[in-house]
């Protein structure tokens, strides 16, 4: 079930940051005073009552500015926009009602999006109140103060932003349909997989960069069973300037993870893997999604017989966090291999969904216990009692111990190692969570 991805939006420095940065719990955005200084869009999971949901980011939109950084920072704002199921519009009741937030109020508009005005900066209702109401000229709705700053009326609008969620009944009624997001940099050939798949030119193809204007899901059915793909949009236009280039598709990929069941992460083999890459990789990661690496354009590649081995090492060695990954070496252009994909998913999607009995998983426990003896730290040895599945999707396990300061991660890591001996859990992360209990409760 994917969270909703919420976009903060507005004019530089109305106070955007010190906003993410309140309800997120931490120090992610860059604040200063100078307009423009957050120049990437950031993401993270807020949760408000019992609703989880991901909050991006954005630089400041500027409508009519024709300075470089300032209109990719709007082109970033519009991917937001494009790509978010509700979006926060702020304002600032210091600076009062200006053109450009009239501006940013028609685009809005135009993205059809549910969309929550906010008035920041008002740290005294009594002294503020009649210049908030100035903004309902934007007709977008009512306008909710907040001070970010100081924390006040965030509750209101949260609030706000949740009543615009699905119901929890409509959530778990999404359809059953594998949903696979293809991620990578700009021009690796995401679309060309789809495209070969699918049979047909459905998304434009070009040796631009990041011709794909948006995300497009496309479905496919494959031997009976339908899948949908989510093939990430590149830029929507061509720029130069390599970072922006990289922070597009970071962001990109955030929202196309948050959707899907299993991460298509496409790597262009004559590139070689990349920073870049690892950067979007640990993004699936983190969430626990199921992944295939696919290594895109193999038959551009002069091969021996320990090309295959060499580029897997590489491969191994920068994406050292996710050793369970599946990795294939496929063609758009040609169609090598691309029909296996179906079986790898397939089988990832399944290793996703595994549950172990409790009883087989103490047995494993147990047995690696007898193997190699818990660490201990001065005169007390780490006691293992109980290790219970509490979860799927990713497979989440619960191991109940005497003391958790004693349950190195090097420990962890080799408990799961014995799990995945036993159940494989090819392209699927594991989550070990670590509880302590007293002896005499057990």
Same mark, same amino acid.
């Given at each position: 079930?994917?969270?909703?991805?919420?976009?903060?939006?507005?004019?530089?420095?109305?106070?955007? #940051?010190?906003?993410?940065?309140?309800?997120?719990?931490?120090?992610? #955005?860059?604040?200063?005073?100078?307009?423009?200084? +957050?120049?990437?869009?950031?993401?993270?999971?807020?949760?408000?009552?019992?609703?989880?949901?991901?909050?991006?980011?954005?630089?400041?939109?500027?409508?009519?500015?024709?300075?470089?950084?300032?209109?990719?920072?709007?082109?970033?704002?519009?991917?937001?926009?494009?790509?978010?199921?509700?979006?926060?519009?702020?304002?600032?009741? &210091?600076?009062?009602?200006?053109?450009?937030? #009239?501006?940013?109020?028609?685009?809005? &508009?135009?993205?059809?999006?549910?969309?929550?005005?906010?008035?920041?900066?008002?740290?005294?209702?009594?002294?503020?109140?009649?210049?908030?109401?100035?903004?309902?000229?934007?007709?977008?709705?009512?306008?909710?103060?907040?001070?970010?700053?100081?924390?006040?009326?965030?509750?209101?609008?949260?609030?706000?932003?949740?009543?615009?969620?699905?119901?929890?009944?409509?959530?778990?009624?999404?359809?059953?349909?594998?949903?696979?997001?293809?991620?990578?940099?700009?021009?690796?050939?995401? #679309?060309?997989?789809?495209?070969?798949?699918?049979?047909?030119? &459905?998304?434009?193809?070009?040796?631009?960069?990041?011709?794909? &204007?948006?995300?497009?899901? +496309?479905?496919?059915?494959?031997?009976?069973?339908?899948?949908?793909?989510?093939?990430?949009?590149?830029?929507?236009?061509?720029? =130069?300037?390599?970072?922006?280039?990289?922070?597009?598709?970071?962001?990109?990929?955030?929202?196309?993870?948050?959707?899907?069941?299993?991460?298509?992460?496409?790597?262009?083999?004559?590139?070689?893997?990349?920073? @870049?890459?690892?950067?979007?990789?640990?993004?699936?990661?983190?969430?626990?999604?199921?992944?295939?690496?696919?290594?895109?354009?193999?038959?551009?590649?002069?091969?021996?017989?320990?090309?295959?081995? @060499?580029?897997?090492?590489?491969?191994?060695?920068?994406?050292?966090?996710?050793?369970?990954?599946?990795?294939?070496?496929?063609?758009?252009?040609?169609?090598?291999?691309?029909?296996?994909?179906?079986?790898?998913?397939?089988?990832?999607?399944?290793?996703?969904?595994? =549950?172990?009995?409790?009883?087989?998983?103490?047995?494993?426990?147990?047995?690696?216990?007898?193997?190699?003896?818990?660490?201990?730290?001065?005169?007390?040895?780490?006691?293992?009692?109980?290790?219970?599945?509490?979860?799927?999707?990713?497979?989440?396990?619960?191991?109940?111990?005497?003391?958790?300061?004693?349950?190195?991660?090097?420990?962890?890591?080799?408990?799961?190692?014995?799990?995945?001996?036993?159940?494989?859990?090819?392209?699927?992360?594991?989550?070990?969570?670590?509880?302590?209990?007293?002896?005499?409760?057990?």
């Amino acid at each position: 079930m994917s969270k909703p991805v919420v976009a903060i939006v507005g004019r530089p420095n109305v106070g955007k #940051s010190t906003l993410f940065n309140a309800l997120a719990g931490e120090k992610i #955005s860059i604040v200063k005073d100078t307009p423009g200084v +957050t120049r990437d869009r950031i993401y993270a999971d807020v949760s408000w009552l019992d609703r989880n949901f991901t909050m991006i980011d954005t630089g400041g939109i500027e409508p009519d500015s024709k300075d470089i950084i300032l209109s990719q920072m709007r082109e970033q704002a519009q991917i937001a926009i494009d790509t978010s199921d509700v979006i926060v519009f702020m304002t600032d009741v &210091r600076q009062g009602l200006i053109d450009s937030d #009239s501006k940013v109020a028609d685009m809005l &508009r135009r993205s059809g999006k549910p969309v929550v005005l906010v008035v920041n900066k008002v740290d005294s209702f009594e002294k503020y109140m009649p210049d908030v109401y100035e903004f309902y000229n934007l007709g977008i709705g009512e306008p909710v103060p907040v001070s970010a700053a100081s924390r006040l009326g965030l509750g209101d609008m949260l609030d706000g932003i949740v009543a615009y969620f699905p119901e929890k009944d409509e959530e778990d009624e999404e359809d059953a349909r594998p949903r696979i997001a293809i991620v990578g940099k700009p021009n690796v050939g995401k #679309s060309s997989i789809v495209n070969k798949l699918l049979g047909e030119q &459905r998304v434009i193809v070009s040796d631009i960069a990041g011709t794909t &204007r948006d995300a497009i899901d +496309t479905e496919i059915i494959h031997e009976g069973r339908e899948y949908v793909f989510i093939d990430t949009a590149g830029l929507r236009r061509k720029s =130069r300037i390599k970072e922006e280039l990289e922070r597009y598709s970071i962001i990109r990929a955030v929202t196309a993870v948050e959707r899907s069941d299993v991460v298509l992460i496409v790597i262009d083999a004559v590139e070689g893997v990349t920073e @870049q890459d690892a950067k979007i990789a640990g993004i699936a990661h983190e969430r626990g999604k199921g992944i295939v690496i696919a290594v895109n354009k193999w038959d551009a590649i002069e091969k021996n017989d320990k090309t295959m081995k @060499q580029y897997e090492n590489e491969i191994r060695r920068v994406l050292s966090f996710m050793p369970y990954a599946e990795i294939m070496y496929v063609s758009a252009q040609t169609g090598q291999r691309l029909n296996k994909l179906y079986d790898v998913i397939d089988m990832v999607i399944e290793n996703q969904t595994l =549950r172990v009995a409790t009883g087989v998983l103490n047995e494993i426990m147990m047995e690696a216990v007898a193997m190699q003896q818990p660490p201990s730290d001065k005169g007390k040895r780490l006691k293992l009692y109980y290790i219970t599945q509490v979860s799927v999707k990713p497979p989440t396990f619960v191991i109940f111990v005497n003391d958790k300061e004693l349950m190195h991660f090097s420990y962890t890591r080799y408990l799961e190692n014995k799990i995945r001996e036993a159940f494989g859990f090819k392209g699927t992360s594991l989550k070990f969570f670590i509880r302590e209990r007293k002896e005499k409760e057990r």
